[in-house]
């Protein structure tokens, strides 16, 4: 059992006799409430005499004390049973160094209380020191964002040095009395308690000596210059602490860590989505239709050129919707002419709302992978290869339509016929290659998606393929509406794979004009 | 004369007379060599006894001192003359605050020692800390930039609270070597004094106990826990420091605004320039003319295009 290995408290037989006895009635106290077990955590700025208080608790030399060199590096835990209680104590290097709090050794003192239990801090500085500054705060600020504002009731304020003649002009209460407050300001303000919660549950204050020349009363026990017999004090402080009615405070891995930083203001994300959309996409959206209904093109014309004036990489997502836009111009015209007056209020819902939606449904694998912490693996790899290939099969297809539309207006600038259909490059084993590439982007995300867990995104891309076969329904139906152009489409149709690149296959059904 | 405007040092009469003896025996001294004014400043970190060292010297309450408060943002100059003498003694702020050098309190510090002559620096210090750090280093680098170097050969670092028990296990001789060791040594390090120049920048300690209850011998003299009165020991120090030969600092506008921040280096300019010009800007010209003769152009055409010359 664990108890074997623990150290009987031999030291509290150093103690006088009046001592004693009060320390195992407290011992008592205790177990009567069922505490077998109690965890001290001592804490401050290094040199106040943290390890000196250790020693005078357990009442023999089991730390290490050096007036002028700094404290070890690490904390060290000194366990004492007795009657079937345990002791720990827990003395820790100072919090400051140089100037700073030592956030390195505040690390190290974490983790070496990770799975333990602090049942009461000690909290220790000098009664004889005169000024309570920024340091004193931010070693507090330190101690608090480690554990918890909550330490804090379970918190006793430990002033060493307490055998000292005050300062001229004050006496000895009145100097201890304007230390405390100082220092229980400096800690409130630290640690942010306020006003209201630090009245229902006041942070004790202990006066301690802990040197051999501390004065004795008759029955040899170590008196403070008013009387008091520090050390059953000091017990008697921290029994009262530990039945005080809080929480003791659990050092777990999660209290270690800290919060999640990617936890942080996750519900801003969609708000700010639908801020961007309404505020800046909108605008500029609106915009380039003006612009679109001032130039004097031919629907046509625009459909085809796409558009692309724009950077692939920047808002691929936005040429696809300009493409909409302008396709859907005359719709909106036809719809426009529908509702007439209404058209304002109804476009928000049947073009704009859903077009949010939109957004929102496809860029559903981005907000999955930045809620989930999980290291790079194999199928992101693929995700990205995926998602590089569908940009650049895109950017070739869009490039080779741009192609043929400026040669088709440099044919009919010098009067030579245009070319009906465009069936070079990508366009030779897709009808629509552009969205294919596209989609390939759009599926690619949903990988990365799926492969931290949020497979369910799949479903904005869906929507986007189901919207982009309603798109190249209407297109193909368009052009099947030229009269120059229905037949070599049409022909077209019937060798070339609608979508997934494939070789060309012999037309079903065609006429053998030739045999 | 300005001598009418000091007032009369009738606080010496407020230390005991052997105290007083001494005191104005030293005083002669100085007038012997003389030196008719002398001129201290009280440096340190906050809350050290600055203040109060300075009432202790005086043998009044001259400066206001509060255990709880910091001290004022100001210095405060304390003149008293006694015999012809001139004793002119500054009390500063604390240079700490919050866990950095207050530069606007050594801005303050600089700009109300202009045009004094600085004869004598005490550094002050608590004899009973038990740590020296990173923070000593930088309140004596900020003294020695302000100062320069040679203000450490008229120092003397004062240790207060010296009337204290040490820790158990040390006894109170080993205590105090100690402490001063550490804190020479940072004083050393922040000021960057070489092992060499040790010698001439000893640094004399001095203990105090500025409190009421300090002890007291037979003739009612301040006296610390090794028996040494100590008001007297320390003019006398500061006496000696004031006579070993190094020359007082004079604060004057160069060294409170420091090196001129143009000036630095100045003296690179035509040398960085020469560098360019042979290293880089030839080798460009080379290759582009080099560039230019390769391609097939009319001697006519060159002249007109006017790279004919040298001018880039």
């Not at chain 2, 105090?176 to 010698?199: C, N, P, Q, T, Y």
Request: aromatic content about 10%.
């Amino acid at each position: 059992m664990a108890s074997q290995l623990i150290r009987e408290w031999t030291g509290i037989q150093q103690f006088p006799g009046a001592t004693q006895t009060k320390l195992l009635e407290l011992l008592g106290k205790l177990k009567q409430e069922n505490v077998n077990t109690l965890t001290i955590l001592v804490m401050g700025k290094g040199g106040v005499g943290k390890s000196s208080t250790v020693n005078s608790l357990i009442g023999e030399r089991v730390v290490a004390v050096s007036a002028f060199q700094s404290e070890g590096q690490r904390p060290v835990m000194v366990s004492r049973s007795r009657a079937g209680f345990t002791l720990n104590i827990i003395d820790t290097p100072g919090l400051i160094e140089g100037g700073y709090v030592n956030d390195q050794a505040l690390e190290i003192i974490k983790r070496f209380l990770l799975n333990k239990t602090i049942d009461v801090l000690l909290y220790v500085d000098r009664l004889d020191a005169y000024r309570v500054d920024n340091l004193d705060r931010q070693v507090i600020r330190a101690i608090t964002d480690s554990f918890g504002k909550e330490i804090w009731r379970r918190g006793v304020v430990v002033l060493t040095h307490a055998q000292l003649s005050p300062p001229d002009g004050i006496n000895y209460d009145n100097f201890f009395s304007r230390r405390s407050d100082a220092l229980v300001k400096v800690i409130r303000l630290g640690a942010r308690i306020r006003k209201q919660e630090f009245q229902d549950s006041a942070l004790p204050i202990v006066l301690v000596e802990n040197s051999g020349r501390c004065n004795t009363n008759e029955s040899g026990e170590k008196v403070l210059p008013n009387g008091t017999t520090w050390i059953s004090n000091l017990f008697g402080t921290i029994t009262n602490v530990v039945s005080n009615g809080s929480k003791a405070i659990f050092v777990d891995k999660k209290l270690i860590e800290g919060p999640n930083p990617n936890e942080k203001y996750k519900l801003f994300i969609p708000l700010i989505l639908a801020f961007q959309y309404l505020f800046v996409v909108k605008r500029i959206e609106r915009a380039i239709k003006v612009d679109i209904s001032k130039a004097n093109k031919p629907l046509w014309e625009l459909r085809d050129m796409g558009l692309l004036k724009g950077k692939l990489t920047y808002s691929y997502f936005r040429r696809e919707k300009w493409e909409w836009g302008a396709r859907e111009d005359w719709r909106f015209d036809d719809m426009r002419k529908q509702y007439g007056k209404h058209w304002w209020w109804v476009s928000f819902f049947a073009v704009y709302a859903s077009q949010q939606i939109f957004l929102m449904g496809i860029t559903l694998p981005v907000y999955a992978v930045h809620s989930v912490e999980k290291p790079w693996n194999i199928y992101d790899s693929v995700a990205t290869t995926i998602c590089m290939f569908g940009i650049i099969f895109a950017y070739f297809a869009d490039t080779q339509l741009h192609e043929f539309v400026s040669s088709n207006e440099k044919r009919k600038e010098l009067g030579v016929p245009k070319l009906l259909t465009l069936e070079k490059g990508l366009w030779r084993y897709s009808r629509h290659p552009n969205y294919v590439g596209e989609q390939l982007w759009w599926w690619g995300l949903v990988m990365y998606g799926w492969n931290v867990g949020y497979g369910w995104t799949f479903i904005g891309s869906l929507v986007n393929s189901l919207c982009l076969a309603y798109v190249t329904i209407l297109v193909e139906q368009r052009i099947l509406k030229q009269a120059d152009r229905v037949e070599a489409y049409n022909l077209y149709q019937k060798t070339t794979s609608v979508w997934i690149p494939w070789f060309k296959f012999s037309p079903r059904g065609a006429k053998d004009k030739n045999s | 004369m300005a001598a009418q405007l000091v007032r009369e040092w009738t606080s010496i009469q407020q230390f005991p007379c052997a105290t007083q003896t001494k005191l104005l025996e030293l005083v002669g001294k100085l007038k012997q060599e003389n030196v008719n004014t002398l001129t201290i400043l009280v440096m340190g970190k906050g809350g050290v006894g600055k203040s109060s060292t300075v009432n202790s010297i005086i043998g009044e309450r001259v400066v206001a001192v509060s255990a709880f408060q910091s001290e004022g943002q100001r210095p405060v100059m304390v003149s008293r003359s006694r015999a012809g003498f001139t004793l002119n003694i500054i009390d500063t702020p604390g240079l700490i605050e919050g866990g950095y050098v207050n530069d606007q309190a050594l801005q303050i510090i600089k700009r109300f020692l202009l045009n004094k002559t600085i004869d004598v620096l005490l550094y002050v210090d608590r004899l009973d800390a038990y740590r020296v750090d990173n923070l000593d280093r930088q309140v004596i680098k900020a003294i020695t930039d302000s100062f320069g170097k040679g203000i450490w050969q008229r120092s003397l670092v004062v240790l207060t609270h010296a009337q204290l028990s040490p820790p158990d296990g040390l006894n109170y001789d080993d205590f105090f070597s100690r402490r001063s060791d550490a804190l020479l040594k940072v004083i050393r390090m922040g000021a960057r004094i070489k092992k060499s120049e040790l010698k001439d920048f000893a640094i004399p300690v001095v203990l105090v106990e500025n409190s009421g209850r300090c002890n007291t011998n037979d003739s009612a003299e301040k006296i610390l826990p090794n028996g040494t009165s100590w008001i007297p020991s320390l003019v006398e120090t500061i006496t000696n420091v004031a006579s070993n030969g190094s020359k007082s600092i004079l604060v004057d506008k160069k060294l409170i605004d420091g090196p001129n921040p143009n000036e630095r280096h100045k003296l690179l300019i035509p040398v960085i320039l020469a560098l360019q010009y042979l290293f880089v800007v030839k080798p460009i010209q080379r290759t582009i003319k080099a560039d230019i003769s390769r391609e097939m152009k009319s001697l006519w055409e060159l002249r007109d295009m006017g790279l004919s010359g040298n001018r880039f």
